[in-house]
């Protein structure tokens, strides 16, 4: 929690001194009690001693004073907001390297299933794509709330040879753009300007596109090999304010056979850190199907969230009035006076 005046809370001090005072008060009356050393005639003179009781009001009074401060000094904190909306891309490596069998019963296999299960537990009027890469990028499915239809897409994924990683990124973030070219919180910033801005190297800053909450899923286990560099893909959704969250996949002892020759194929780990942390998105790492179901079910909590600056002046203020009337209440009862 941090404070937007924190100079206020210079105003504790005099609220101490007050403590302190209260403190001293307390022990003289103590002292002064003492000189009835006859105890009929001191209950004669006070039959009914409220005892700690009648400390309670000035408690819960000095807690009012202290939430109040609080309050003056503006708290704020980070929250976890869920949108109502969200649009999420998936994609996916369908290069060769995904039909390794280091992955019970493939790469590509136990990719598809977890896929699929993880597009069936996202809220229904969440938004969700599909782009598949592989020597190109494909949308194949833009992004809807027809869920099914995405998890026919996923069922359906194919592997071929190359790995276009940056084209997909660049593939997604127009499907994201497409999808919210009718939404009234689109800011002015487009995804186009920021896509085109990183592929030219443009050192021009790009606010981010979008108010709703946008992100990119994205699954490989190798390196891009053909297209964009995911260098500049990663920075273009950067620049658009979409984050991409990296799943690296596979282990270091996955491999294919291609023209009879046996390839190793161990998955690039540093580069998918690289784009998750440009983009301001999650790396994750897989090196089996529970893995990955582990993987899709953080995704599945985290994604269509933003973490947004709450102050929570009123809540404290709330509660100094809430304390302050229930110590007025306290000294009525037990004292017969308001405090």
Same mark, same amino acid.
């Given at each position: ?7 206020? $809370?210079?105003? +504790?001090?005099?609220?101490? $001194?007050?403590? +302190? ?21 001191? *209950? ?14 000035? /408690? ?32 996916? !490596?369908? =290069?060769? %390297?995904?039909?390794?069998? @280091? ?16 597009? !069936?537990?996202?809220? @229904?009027?969440?938004?969700?794509? $599909?782009?598949?890469? *592989? ?14 239809? +995405? ?14 990683? /940056? ?15 009718? #939404?009234?919180?689109?800011? #002015?910033? =487009? ?10 190297? !443009? ?17 490989? !286990? /190798? ?20 984050? +991409? ?42 090196? %089996? ?14 994604? /269509? ?9 009123? &809540?404290?203020?709330?509660? &100094? $009035? ?18």
């Amino acid at each position: 929690m941090t404070f937007l005046a924190p100079a206020r $809370l210079l105003l +504790v001090v005099p609220l101490l $001194l007050l403590v +302190v005072l209260y403190t001293v008060m307390q022990r003289r009356r103590r002292r002064y009690a003492v000189r009835f050393t006859n105890l009929d005639l001191l *209950d004669a003179v006070a039959p009914q001693r409220p005892g700690w009781r009648r400390h309670v009001a000035a /408690g819960l009074a000095g807690l009012a004073a202290l939430a109040m401060v609080v309050g003056l000094a503006r708290p704020v904190a980070e929250m976890t907001v869920r949108s109502e909306t969200a649009v999420v891309m998936l994609a996916i !490596d369908t =290069s060769i %390297s995904m039909e390794a069998t @280091d992955v019970d019963p493939s790469r590509l296999e136990a990719a598809k299933t977890e896929a699929i299960a993880f597009v !069936d537990e996202l809220p @229904d009027d969440y938004e969700v794509g $599909l782009v598949a890469f *592989d020597g190109t990028a494909r949308v194949l499915s833009a992004a809807t709330t027809d869920h099914d239809q +995405v998890m026919t897409a996923i069922a359906g994924l194919t592997t071929s040879r190359g790995t276009a990683g /940056g084209d997909a990124i660049g593939a997604a973030l127009s499907a994201i753009e497409v999808a919210l070219a009718d #939404d009234s919180t689109i800011v #002015d910033a =487009s995804l186009s300007a920021a896509a085109a801005s990183a592929a030219t190297n !443009d050192d021009t800053t790009t606010e981010p596109g979008f108010e709703t909450t946008a992100t990119i899923v994205m699954l490989s !286990d /190798g390196t891009t090999t053909v297209g964009m560099p995911i260098e500049q893909a990663a920075e273009a959704a950067a620049a658009a304010g979409v984050p +991409v969250s990296t799943i690296t996949y596979g282990s270091a002892e996955g491999s294919v056979t291609v023209e009879n020759q046996t390839i190793a194929v161990p998955p690039d780990t540093e580069t998918m850190a690289m784009v998750a942390e440009t983009t301001g998105g999650t790396a994750f790492v897989a090196a %089996s199907a529970d893995e990955l179901r582990a993987v899709y079910d953080d995704i599945e909590a985290k994604v /269509g969230t933003t973490t947004e600056e709450r102050e929570l002046t009123l &809540g404290f203020v709330s509660a &100094g $009035l809430g304390a302050l009337m229930a110590a007025a209440a306290a000294a009525f009862v037990w004292t017969a006076r308001f405090l």
